[in-house]
């Protein structure tokens, strides 16, 4: 009886997820030039811009087949431009070619805002959900300077300094998906604002393992300072108690921005779709916990097979964030 229950529910949640994906692919929008010519055999701009959130961010691809369907298509094409933006230090082999990718968002920008966007799909894509939505440049443009004050110097001195970071970038893209959902609130700000540095911390801790394979440490300066832990000993994995005090310090700040986002009061119901990477957040902090605050232990490096049904319950039996 409980497996044929289980069954059941897995069935189900499967057929909402693939409706979700089918709806996430518009008709053409002629209001913005085709380029058949250069992607007649390939996908779509809506389904490239799919396929790239899934690949690259498939924890938020979940929460976004969650949205509402009217802001849907938008939200992915903003989180592929998301992606685009900041994998430009991960695809680029020098500081220069970086500095040049970079320019060349900051340009189509521009364009996308004239309607003439550059001829690839995620620039196509963003430009239909800006004048479906009349999103704000001022985002827009938030996030790429980030992106381009990061790769002139990507050392973090203080904690201060990333969570401004996760502000002008992930809290930057909660904005411009509350504009996409057509909601003006300040307590939905607030919330989004919160959020977005809580899960700027989570991605910090959960980068570390990744950063040190590359030769990079972005653990804040002064909590190594603080905590008599040397640069070294992150690039080598350490699992030393001071190594755990670090990452306990930058959890207890993301759990308090995530508490803080949830006390807020009178947020419109609307956004709360917009808001379930908190439970991402949460579950992370719980598993880190849960390992004793090791950064480096492997099971935090899995992915959840439970993560679409707790979303989905999240998004539609508790109908919170």
Known sequence: MAASMRSSKCHFIFRFVTSCFRECLPKQNTHIKCISKTYATAATPSTYCLELVKKCDYENYLCTLLYDKDYRTSAIALRALYIELAQVQDVTTDKMRAIMRLQFWRDSIEKMFENTPPQTPVAIAVTRAINKHKLSKTWFNRIVEERANQVENDTNRSMKNVEDRAENTVSALSYLLLESAGIKDVNADHVASHIGRCHGLVTLLRAT????????????????????????????????????????????????????????????KQAYPIFLNALICELYLRDLQLADFNVFHQGLHARNPKLAWLLFKQRYWKRKF
């Open 209 to 268: 393992a990744y950063h040190a394979s590359k030769n990079k440490v972005l653990i804040p300066i002064e909590l190594l300072i603080k905590h008599n832990v040397s640069q070294e000993q992150i690039l080598r994995n350490n699992e030393d108690q001071n190594v755990k005090d670090v990452m306990y310090d930058i959890a207890c700040v993301a759990h308090s921005h995530l508490e803080t986002a949830r006390k807020i009061e009178n947020v419109p």
